[in-house]
């Protein structure tokens, strides 16, 4: 468990924020892993609103980042209020630029990280389709140029033409002779 205790903060007296935490050995990974169960907000001497931390996870020897750690939409909740019946509905909670290791910490510094970004971001994504679009254009270009026909590969052929004389022709052809 990880207590960060604020003291009064404007109109809340004693406003302490708990993260608890685990950390549990996976067989198909092979190495511990920790992760953040939940986060607990208390103020006046009393717990007021519990979430649940649904995919704040990472190896036990790193640490874990994230830019924002959030109970809102537009940040992909990872923050999930735990019941209906508390006051966490009435809460909304974002750490920015979050970064935590449970354990193994050493001088004082984060070990490695590992980070909640995905790899496929939309503007990768975006990218991608682009590049595969272009891809395409371009292979279909290249078949049309591979295919073309030139006419008759620039061969002369010296072709003797028969022009049919008509009759007045031949009988101005007699007297001019």
Request: charged residues 15%.
């Amino acid at each position: 468990m990880l207590t960060l205790r604020f003291g009064d903060v404007e109109d809340l007296k004693g406003l302490v924020i708990r993260l608890l935490m685990s950390n549990m050995f996976y067989e198909s990974a092979g190495q511990n892993w920790f992760t953040l169960d939940s986060v607990h907000i208390h103020y006046n001497s009393t717990l007021e609103a519990t979430f649940n931390a649904t995919e704040v996870y990472a190896p036990a020897t790193y640490s874990y980042h994230c830019q924002h750690v959030s109970s809102l939409q537009k940040y992909d909740t990872l923050l999930v209020p735990s019941s209906h019946s508390d006051s966490s509905m009435h809460w909304h909670i974002t750490f920015t630029d979050f970064q935590i290791q449970a354990f193994n910490v050493q001088s004082d510094q984060f070990a490695s990280v590992s980070d909640c970004a995905t790899f496929f971001t939309p503007a990768i994504l975006m990218g991608l389709i682009t590049s595969l679009i272009l891809l395409l254009v371009l292979a279909y270009a290249l078949h049309m140029v591979v295919h073309l026909k030139s006419i008759d590969r620039y061969e002369e052929h010296k072709t003797t033409v028969y022009f049919p004389r008509s009759p007045e022709t031949e009988c101005a052809d007699k007297y001019s002779l």
